[in-house]
T-cell receptor, first 110, second 116 residues
Framework: GQSLEQPSEVTAVEGAIVQINCTYQ??????LSWYQQHDGGAPTFLSY????GLEETGRFSSFLSRSDSYGYLLLQELQMKDSASYFC???????????FGAGTRLFVKA | GAVVSQHPSRVICKSGTSVKIECRSL??????MFWYRQFPKQSLMLMAT?????????EQGVEKDKFLINHASLTLSTLTVTSAHPEDSSFYIC????????????FGPGTRLTVL
């Protein structure tokens, strides 16, 4: 089966850097994705790591270590609008379905 | 970028009635569409996967006779909640993939269903 663990909540101040960790257990692995979801809205795709290392996209970066079954999402220069839920997700054994973690609610304070 | 629409965005219905939710890929052909439900402050739970022209594959615990899915074309999938009950009240979200090999899913804006 598949399982993903991520913290339920993180609080940080504007301008700071925050890291949201995700550990996973999968019978097969086809990459780790990150999605952002604001309250009442749909998830939006942020990043995808298939190989080890850091992927940077503007203020957001995502890291993957396949040997540790671990990844993280790094948000820099936090803004109030970054307050949202962040989900890590992996593709299932067949590489077809995406399984989501429980999500991390990020609260950005002034 | 790829756009997925859902209609309606909100629906309130009486217990025992059926509700149809449409999911459309507006600027690409979706080989696969997924239907999720999400309860407040919880994760997205995959309900079913549908491929154009074939029967949907339902996740364990999801009643296929209650949640009817039709993927009639490469740009349209529908989810019908039959004989809705208050416990079916939830946020229903569809997503679409342009190709099986891609990891990127494009999500619709979601449909808030309230069953009275």
């Amino acid at each position: 089966g598949q399982s993903l663990e991520q913290p339920s909540e993180v609080t940080a101040v504007e301008g700071a850097i925050v890291q949201i960790n995700c550990t996973y257990q999968t019978s097969g692995f086809y990459g780790l994705s990150w999605y952002q979801q604001h309250d009442g809205g749909a998830p939006t795709f942020l990043s995808y790591n298939a190989l080890d290392g850091l992927e940077e996209t503007g203020r957001f970066s995502s890291f993957l270590s396949r040997s540790d079954s671990y990844g993280y999402l790094l948000l820099q220069e936090l803004q109030m609008k970054d307050s949202a839920s962040y989900f890590c997700a992996v593709r299932d054994t067949g590489g077809f379905k995406t399984i989501f973690g429980a999500g991390t609610r990020l609260f950005v304070k002034a | 970028g790829a756009v997925v629409s859902q209609h309606p965005s909100r629906v309130i219905c009486k217990s025992g009635t059926s509700v149809k939710i449409e999911c459309r890929s507006l600027d690409f052909q979706a080989t696969t569409m997924f239907w999720y439900r999400q309860f407040p402050k919880q994760s997205l739970m995959l309900m079913a996967t549908s491929n154009e022209g074939s029967k949907a594959t339902y996740e364990q615990g999801v009643e296929k006779d209650k949640f009817l899915i039709n993927h009639a074309s490469l740009t349209l999938s529908t989810l019908t909640v039959t004989s809705a009950h208050p416990e079916d009240s939830s946020f229903y979200i569809c997503s679409a993939k342009a190709r099986i090999s891609t990891d990127t899913q494009y999500f619709g804006p979601g449909t808030r269903l309230t069953v009275l």
